[in-house]
């Protein structure tokens, strides 16, 4: 089966830094015990690892966002470029500053217009450490970031982080 492109390019894969050289990626240690489960997610430190966002969390403890090294394929070789899952324990890269894409699930992003990331109340493909585009009052928090496009048509959309 082809994957060609026929029409537009796609916005990115979540968890690739866009623009290398005006960002600030430094090494983390992720917990086994709290996993990601993708890449392109904002995340905390807790007892020195890197571990996403949990229930209740403020804007002020996120760290950074998971960055999807490159290449990689996960456990399984034959992951298509963009779904691996990120690995549950070791090293990874934290993007501290700068740009990456991003999996925006809810919302219209938009140029300039603030990312949100869910603390409270999932529901359907709204799940805690989402990035949104709504603000969704008590259940998401505003990041210290913006949207740098509107994105494609599978929500993969570039931001600014800690700009």
């Known amino acids: ?4 492109i026929l029409y537009r390019m796609p916005s990115g894969i979540p968890g690739d830094v866009s623009r290398a050289s005006q960002c600030t ?3 983390g240690l992720l917990d086994p ?11 905390k430190i807790v007892n020195g690892k890197f571990v996403p966002l949990a229930a209740g969390d403020t804007a002020a403890v996120v760290y950074g966002f998971l960055v999807r090294p490159y290449p ?7 992951d298509p ?3 691996a899952v990120p690995p549950t324990k070791g090293i990874c890269n934290i993007l501290r500053r700068g740009y990456m894409t991003v999996l ?3 919302g219209t992003p938009s140029l300039n217009g603030p990312v949100y990331s869910r603390v409270a109340a999932p529901s359907g493909a709204k799940t805690i450490g989402d990035v949104e585009a709504a603000s969704d009052t008590t259940n998401t928090i505003q990041l210290n970031a913006v949207f740098m496009n ?5 929500g ?3 931001i600014g982080y800690n700009i």
């Open 150 to 154: 509107p994105g494609d048509a599978a």
């Open 72 to 78: 990689t394929t996960g456990a399984n070789p034959s």
């Open 156 to 158: 993969n959309v570039e």
């Open 1 to 4: 089966m082809s994957n060609a």
């Open 33 to 43: 015990t709290n996993p990601f489960s993708a890449y392109g997610l904002p995340g």
């Open 25 to 27: 990626i430094e090494p």
């Open 104 to 106: 925006n699930v809810a």
């Open 81 to 83: 470029l963009g779904t």
